[in-house]
């Protein structure tokens, strides 16, 4: 293979490449000074990087027997970056395959050390990578159930959303089942580091023990069982979740349930915020053989306390042993995820997600069943969601990732720990 780059306009470049009998001229247009014989140098530059960002792909993915079938690379290029003196792509990858949600964020990471990434971002080159979209599900008549992924993140985790055949339930887009777990005494074992979230709220809700939430408004507030604790991230906001002195040396299980929403479109710059709402600010509906919380938005009649500005559900339900309930669908994108105990009707295990296509009548099994609803109004694509960050464009995620690990975002200024943006 020959490659050949001259210049016969003073300051612009003119490339033949030649791969066997076959040549691709390049060159800039007429206006820029070139002769437009082929397409602009720069493209062949862009294509570059996307090939070599797809065989890297390619190659760790047969290493690891990584189920990945094919690879789609989007470019885009930022032209207005060159006033700065920057040279600014976007690239898009379209993974193709039954890959688990941890194999794409496996994969999304080993994207950027491809060679040629990592060669030309020493220099002006700056070259931003996210994840496309996946289209929302083919609605089917059948319940669709979730199976938990099951993570060690200092403590072992359950996370159920995102899954790969259910992104998301109206605008809950993350869902993790915390614990039970304990920590060692005069350790920092199950603290989480500060960090950000851009274009989502979170809400915490625990069923034992206690987490300290701090966060870059300047609230420090001690989460317990029965409370919520709604962060609307907005713009930006920065916090960390520690575990209590005393929940560690009085070995108290933690447990509960961690959940991202996505905030509205005309919400997602907007300021951030931090609520706490007390365990008394949710009274127990009681109905026969179950007992109903309605922790967010609005169900059986029951309306929360808490202020969301999309439509939504979030509800906490026990039922007693071989105790049944009818739960109403409505129009809005609804699922529940059990806990704890059983269900004989539809047949569930802890730790599994059921997503409802209509009413649903529940039967408890002999152990009795703890679980949660969930969902709202469905969320139109594109929603974008990496790391900790969810955004509608590349450009935002790139912007949010390169601001907070340049310091160029808000941190805690008496925590000095934070964790880097992979």
């Known amino acids: 293979m020959t490659i050949t780059v001259s210049q016969h ?12 009998s076959h ?4 060159d800039l247009t007429q206006a820029a000074g070139g002769t437009e014989t082929g397409p602009d140098p720069h493209d062949l530059f862009d294509a570059a990087v996307a090939t070599c960002k797809a065989m890297t792909l390619q190659l760790f993915a047969k290493r690891k027997n990584i189920p990945l079938d094919e690879v789609k690379v989007e470019i885009s290029r930022d032209d207005s970056a ?8 976007y690239a898009t990858l379209e993974l193709i395959g039954d890959l688990t949600t941890e194999q794409r964020e496996q994969l999304l990471a080993i994207a950027d050390k491809c060679p040629i990434h990592k060669l030309v971002t020493h220099s002006e080159v700056q070259v931003h990578t996210s994840l496309k979209s996946e289209s929302a599900p083919v609605q089917s008549s059948e319940p669709l159930l979730i199976q938990p992924q099951e993570r060690d993140i200092g403590f072992m985790i359950k996370r159920l959303l995102p899954a790969k055949a259910q992104r ?9 089942h915390m614990g039970p777990a304990t920590f060692v005494a005069g350790s920092t074992e199950g603290d989480v580091r500060q960090h950000p979230h851009i274009g989502l709220a979170t809400v915490t809700y625990l069923f034992s023990g206690a987490m300290q939430h701090s966060d870059t408004l300047g609230t420090r507030q001690r989460i317990e069982p029965g409370a919520i604790n709604l962060m609307r991230a907005g713009r930006g906001i920065a916090h960390s979740e520690r575990i209590p002195v005393d929940i560690r040396q009085e070995q108290v299980q933690v447990e509960g349930m961690q959940i991202w929403l996505m905030l509205p479109e005309d919400q997602a710059e907007s300021e951030p915020s931090f609520q706490h709402y007390p365990a008394a600010l949710f009274p127990v509906m009681q109905v026969p053989g179950c007992e109903i919380k309605v922790l967010l938005g609005e169900y059986f009649s029951q309306t929360s306390v808490v202020s969301f500005p999309s439509r939504c559900c979030y509800a906490e339900l026990k039922l007693d042993p071989c105790s049944n309930l009818t739960l109403p669908k409505s129009e809005q994108q609804l699922a529940i995820y059990l806990a704890k105990g059983s269900l004989k009707q539809p047949q569930l295990n802890a730790g599994q997600m059921l997503v409802m296509t209509d009413d649903l009548t529940v039967l408890a099994g002999d152990d009795g069943a703890h679980f949660m609803l969930l969902g709202g109004d469905a969320v139109a694509d594109p929603v974008l969601l990496n790391w900790n960050f969810v955004a509608r464009t590349p450009e935002r995620l790139a912007q949010a990732k390169a601001d907070w690990n340049s ?16």
Not at 9 to 20: C, E, M, V
Not at 23 to 26: C, F, K, R, S, Y
Not at 82 to 87: F, R
């Open 23 to 26: 040549q691709i001229n390049a």
């Open 407 to 422: 310091g160029n975002f808000p941190r805690l200024t008496d925590d000095p720990e934070w964790i880097p943006a992979p």
């Open 82 to 89: 060159e006033s700065k003196g920057l040279y600014q792509l």
């Open 9 to 20: 306009t003073p300051g612009q470049l003119r490339q033949s490449i030649r791969i066997h």
């Open 168 to 176: 998301r339930v109206g605008p809950f887009i993350f869902v993790d």
